[in-house]
Nanobody, 128 residues
Framework: QRQLVESGGGLVQPGGSLRLSCAVS????????IGWFRQVPGKEREGVAC????????GYADSVKGRFTISRDNAKTTVYLQMNSLKPEDTAVYYC?????????????????????WGEGTLVTVSS
């Protein structure tokens, strides 16, 4: 059974850092890009970062470039989102999601409607 489980959310002060984890299991064949998305109540879910199946290629939303870093461990079982210089506007529920790709080097996170598998989300609150 393919499953994604997020952890690491919490309350942090503006300017602080937080690292989210996404435990990936059941993806035993094929290639899958993993993306981080976030959603604020009343707004659409938006993409934050995306990483290729083999982990060598990444992509970011303009709003988080230079502050957030997506990575995955060598065993490909966990994807991380390191968030630095956090701002109040980063407050949201953060989700990880998976989308199938044809090759392992592709960074393919086509948007919320295009992702095949989702975790339950973890809440990040940036506030003083």
């Amino acid at each position: 059974q393919r499953q994604l489980v997020e952890s690491g959310g919490g309350l942090v002060q503006p300017g602080g850092s937080l690292r989210l984890s996404c435990a990936v299991s059941g993806f035993t064949s094929g290639y899958y890009s993993i993306g981080w998305f976030r959603q604020v109540p009343g707004k659409e879910r938006e993409g934050v970062a995306c990483i290729s199946s083999r982990g060598g290629n990444t992509g970011y939303a303009d709003s988080v470039k230079g502050r957030f870093t997506i990575s995955r461990d060598n065993a490909k079982t966990t994807v991380y989102l390191q968030m630095n210089s956090l701002k109040p506007e980063d407050t949201a529920v953060y989700y990880c999601a998976a989308a199938a790709t044809r090759i392992g080097t592709a960074v393919y996170c086509p948007g919320p409607s295009g992702m095949a598998y989702w975790g339950e989300g973890t809440l990040v609150t940036v506030s003083s």
